[in-house]
């Protein structure tokens, strides 16, 4: 049985943005999940399905191999329900944008985990067809050394917080409810620092500028992210840092424009060449010249199709194609023997089999004013 469209399963448009994803998403979650479906196997399977269809569409990457490939794109594995766990994660981030200021941000009792940082780098068309390493320097908060990212002075250490007792949130009631809170002593840490590192101030990080260096495989895509693991900003006092996400943004080539996996450049022709037929050298990305046989005759607009000579497909040793178009170049600047030659040429006569395609046009144009007078 085919699987149902992932934009049919959350009710959106296929130009859906992020934000009209996630509320269709929570609505479903929300109707949906087996929590509130108690020994509801068709609710537990409709739940299935949202979560996965989220999962794969908030993701840009996902997302744009799912619109180019459909779920083809994830056979053998994908990143969807198949008994993983992205959707109830999905669901879990839904969960805590909600109601996280009730309950407690995840790893609240450590201090929080670091911020996210994103760095946007733009590279040639070159790196990404070849792939390359690129050095990238990140303004961001590290560990400091000076107290080993703890927050506290050399021989002293954090104490647990009096006021939560180390849990890092306190509980207050209202009217029938009780409601957990991060503490406003410890700020979620569970822990204080009597004597603060004189560094950092207690915070456990320092302002300070990382070089990191990234790798970009070859066949990357503009607007491709990277994500490095932990290379985000430290947490307070030794939580654990975020993650730092790379966005790739190919500048503009001179002479060759990319659609997907396959390259086309526009190749000026002398007129000669194209009327009597011939050979060209032709630019590839790899920096070498492809010999192209012009038949006589070729007409601008002309493609000329080089297979495996266009962009590397990533993850694949494969290459799309190179596509070639002609634009047949009108002499200028001539001399008067070749004006008188040209001439000659045109006083020869046989404009309908040398020249048909204008012939033909300025004959139709004849019989469409004619048609018009009857």
């Known amino acids: 049985m085919a699987k149902q469209d992932y934009y049919e399963i959350l009710g959106v448009p296929r130009d859906a943005d992020q934000d009209d994803l996630k509320k269709a998403y929570r609505k479903l979650a929300m109707r949906w999940h087996p929590d509130r479906n108690p020994g509801d196997s068709e609710a537990e399977q409709k739940f299935k399905e949202v979560s996965e269809a989220y999962d794969v569409l908030k993701d ?76 990238i320097r990140v303004p961001t908060h590290a560990a400091c050394e000076a107290c080993n990212g703890s927050g506290a002075e050399a ?15 306190v509980r207050a009631q209202q009217g029938f409810f009780t409601i957990e809170r991060t503490c406003p002593n410890c700020g979620g840490s569970g822990r204080i620092i009597e004597r603060p590192c004189k560094s950092c101030g207690g915070a456990g990080r320092v302002r300070k500028e990382k070089t990191l260096s990234v790798a970009i495989p070859p066949g990357v895509e503009d607007g491709t992210r990277i994500r490095l693991t932990g ?8 939580s654990p840092p975020g993650d730092l996400y790379i966005f790739l943004a190919i500048t503009p080539h001179r002479f060759f424009q990319r659609d997907g996996a396959n390259i086309h450049c ?31 005759g070729t007409q601008s607009g002309h493609q000329f199709r080089l297979r495996g000579k266009g962009m590397s497909v990533l993850r694949s040793s494969s290459r799309g194609d190179l596509y070639i178009q002609a634009v047949v170049e009108t002499p200028m600047n001539l001399t008067k023997r070749q004006q008188e030659l ?30 018009l007078r009857e």
């Open 342 to 371: 040209l001439r000659e040429f045109e006083g020869a006569g046989g404009k309908d089999k040398t020249s048909p395609e204008s012939a033909g046009f300025f004959q139709k144009v004849k019989e469409f004013w004619s048609d």
């Open 60 to 135: 840009d990457q996902k997302r744009g191999a799912y619109d180019r490939y459909g779920h083809a794109a994830f056979e053998g594995g994908g990143p969807g329900g198949g008994g993983g766990r992205g959707g109830f994660e999905g669901f879990a981030d839904i969960f805590e944008e909600m109601f996280g200021e009730v309950m407690g941000r995840r790893g609240g009792g450590s201090g929080g985990r670091g911020s996210d940082l994103r760095y946007n780098l733009e590279i040639s068309l070159e790196d990404a067809f070849r792939g390359s390493d690129k050095t």
């Open 266 to 296: 526009r190749v000026p022709i002398p007129m000669t060449t194209a009327a009597l037929g011939g050979q060209i050298e032709v630019p590839t990305l790899d920096g070498t010249f492809a010999k192209v046989s012009v038949p006589s």
């Open 231 to 238: 290379e985000g900003e430290a947490g307070l006092r030794g």
């Open 155 to 169: 021989g002293s250490r954090p104490v647990t917080c009096p006021t939560c007792q180390g849990h890092g949130k």
